[in-house]
């Protein structure tokens, strides 16, 4: 990796009003290595739990999205911008539960969605060079990252036009189905779903059944198109997601 390639990271955290849960934690901004050198407009890709995306600040792995953002830009394929938000530690369960998920206390996914639509993408999109059409713009994350990235898309689908859900936890929100029938309003959209056989007997069926009910909506792929990645061996850790992440950049965004 050549590290010229690496992105501009800027922390807009103290800039923007801060997630519902109102603790200041991180907003790290990744640009493309050469943004201050051209005047080129770019997508965005919101993605949960900073914390685990790149340098070495999470006991769990490291997806490394920084390093992998620099390969792919050694390969052309690297001109996008990254928003990595830190997740709300403690309280980051309920941050990422939509609103019916009540085992764990109060949730606060409905008013963390509306943050990243109405207050988190407005600022960006304001401050830096994005494309803000719907259609450059991404939403994603894994586990409970991917399960708020879900709801999100489906409540907010006139901002979000692509979604990267690695190893969603749909486990633990049985009426996601019924937000994907019955709330989702079907815009051209692009939604990466990755899941490992390893992860439980649960994952990969639960993938599939919402992938199965977005079609028995009626949707015939002219409007919702998928990418399903299955790895039978996968594990459910930053590492393989890591792995997974260039490969659904690609196919989402170029």
């Keep these: 990796m050549n590290s010229n390639h690496l992105p501009k990271i ?11 849960v109102g603790r200041k934690r991180r907003i790290a901004v990744l640009l493309p290595h050469d943004y201050d050198q051209t005047d080129r407009r770019y997508p965005v890709l919101y993605l949960q739990d900073g914390q685990n995306l790149l340098e070495h600040r999470s006991p769990f792995g490291n997806w490394h999205v920084d390093q992998r953002l620099a390969h792919m830009a050694q390969q052309g394929l690297g001109d996008i911008i990254v928003v990595a938000i830190d997740h709300a530690d403690e309280d980051r369960i309920r941050e990422f539960s939509p609103p019916e998920v009540t085992k764990f206390g109060t949730s606060l996914g409905k008013q963390y969605a509306h943050y990243m639509s109405e207050e988190l993408k407005p600022y960006v999109d304001a401050n830096f060079r994005t494309l803000h059409e719907r259609q450059h713009t991404g939403i994603g994350g894994s586990s409970m990252g991917g399960l708020i990235s879900v709801y999100s898309g489906f409540i907010y689908p ?3 036009g692509k979604m990267m859900i ?3 936890s749909l486990w633990l929100s049985p009426k996601i189905y019924f937000h994907a029938i019955n709330f989702f309003n079907p815009f051209q959209t ?4 990755y899941a490992g056989g390893n992860e439980g007997s649960n994952m990969v069926p639960n993938v599939q059944r919402l992938k199965a009910a977005l079609q028995r909506k009626g949707l015939d792929g ?3 198109e998928f990418k399903i990645s299955i790895d039978p061996e996968g594990e459910h850790n930053e590492a393989k997601w ?3 992440f260039p490969k659904a950049v690609e196919w989402l965004f170029f």
Aim: charged letters at 20%; zero cysteines.
């Design 166 to 168: 690695f190893s969603p």
């Design 242 to 244: 890591g792995e997974e």
């Design 158 to 160: 006139e901002t979000f």
């Design 222 to 224: 002219s409007k919702i």
């Design 10 to 20: 800027q922390i807009i955290s103290g800039l923007v009003k801060p997630p519902p």
């Design 190 to 193: 692009k939604i990466y779903l």
